[in-house]
């Protein structure tokens, strides 16, 4: 892998923007995407939100209508030739050839693209196939398909990968694998952008998300800030009123949940689930669960578009009609 700083960003985009059908079809609505270098960073949108789109304008497969870009600190995709052999991706599933083995199909590969033999025994070991390398490809598992196309993509050595739904259509077991590859690809020090439309995936491979709606930023951060629930603990415990005036007196932030429970906090810091058992024990007030609080990926993202489409809503509703002379 060629070196690079590892500060700054992997990709930007500014206020990016795609159509399709003459206008009709808005696919990127002035995208900002920010990608820290190092770790996988997940594209999170639902269906149709414009990240396959994204992702092929960053790798100039498609011409923005306008925004800037930004991959590996060059501008794409004026820049697009410095910088392309550092990055690897999947956009769609790649063909092998299913009769000729795994260790086959990646020389002929590493034929046409310039790249040494010996590199294709290192990329099969790197994403776990070295044993089954000889082995027909038609015979391999759709995990093991798809983790021979994320070494097609290593051949080149390259510090940014850009995978595009790549567990989709996926088994449990086929998930995982790819899970483990990227997240060793990562810990390798190369950067992992991929899309996906699922949360639970999302919450366990990435350590960044961008989360996208109709084609813009909703929200970015750590995965383990947007769902850690701010440092908060849940517990159950009767009664609940005088639980929730010791721990007002002792400066907690106390909310009631939906089923019952109280919501503790405070501000600018995380609660110590000790702590509050101790505290509502030595007022004779025992917790009969005591949870540290986690929202779920799916709820910031159901808050984020509802709160969004409040938005555009309001923003219609307000927005003045034409009056016709
Ligand atoms: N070549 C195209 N011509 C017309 N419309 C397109 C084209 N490519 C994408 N779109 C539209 O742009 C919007 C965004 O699609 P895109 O594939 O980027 O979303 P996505 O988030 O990747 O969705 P998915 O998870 O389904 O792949 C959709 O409404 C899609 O129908």
Redesign the pocket.
């Known amino acids: 892998m060629s070196t690079t700083p590892l500060s700054g960003l992997a990709v930007s985009t500014h206020d990016l923007r795609k159509t399709?059908?003459h206008g009709a079809?808005v696919?990127v609505a002035g995208l900002d995407l920010a990608v820290p270098r190092g770790g996988v960073h997940a594209l999170l949108?639902p269906?149709?939100?414009?990240?396959?789109?994204a992702l092929r304008m960053l790798l100039g497969l498609l011409r923005p209508d306008s925004g800037t870009m930004e991959v590996l600190g060059h501008t794409v995709p004026d820049e697009l030739p410095q910088v392309i052999d550092r990055v690897g991706a999947i956009v769609e599933s790649p063909k092998f050839f299913p009769t000729m083995s795994g260790h086959t199909n990646l020389a002929l590969l590493a034929r046409a693209v310039g790249v040494p033999a010996t590199r294709v025994g290192e990329v099969l070991e790197q994403v776990g196939l070295a044993a089954r390398a000889r082995d027909d490809v038609g015979r391999y598992s759709l995990g093991m398909k798809q983790r021979l196309a994320i070494a097609s993509t290593l051949l080149k050595d390259p510090e940014l990968l850009i995978f595009d739904?790549p567990t989709n259509g996926l088994d449990p077991a086929g998930l995982h694998e790819v899970r483990t590859t990227m997240r060793s690809l990562a810990d390798a020090g190369r950067t992992v952008v991929v899309?996906s439309?699922l949360l639970a995936e999302v919450q366990q491979v990435a350590d960044t998300v961008s989360i996208i709606g109709r084609g813009r930023l909703l929200r970015s951060g750590h995965v383990s800030e947007l769902l850690g629930g701010g440092g908060r603990v849940r517990v159950v415990v009767k009664p609940t009123d005088a639980a929730a005036r010791v721990l007002m007196d002792a400066s907690y932030e106390v909310s009631p949940a939906a089923d019952g429970a109280l919501v503790v906090g405070r501000p600018g810091s995380s609660v110590d689930p000790s702590a509050v058992a101790r505290l509502l024990g030595s007022a004779d007030l025992w917790p009969s669960e005591l949870t540290v609080a986690v929202d779920s990926l799916e709820q910031v993202f159901l808050s984020l578009t509802e709160r969004e489409h409040l938005a555009a809503t309001q923003h219609s509703s307000h927005t003045p009609q034409g009056v016709a002379s």
């Not at 149709?48 to 789109?53: P, R």
């Open positions: 399709f059908r079809n696919a949108g269906n149709g939100s414009g990240k396959t789109t739904e899309s439309h």
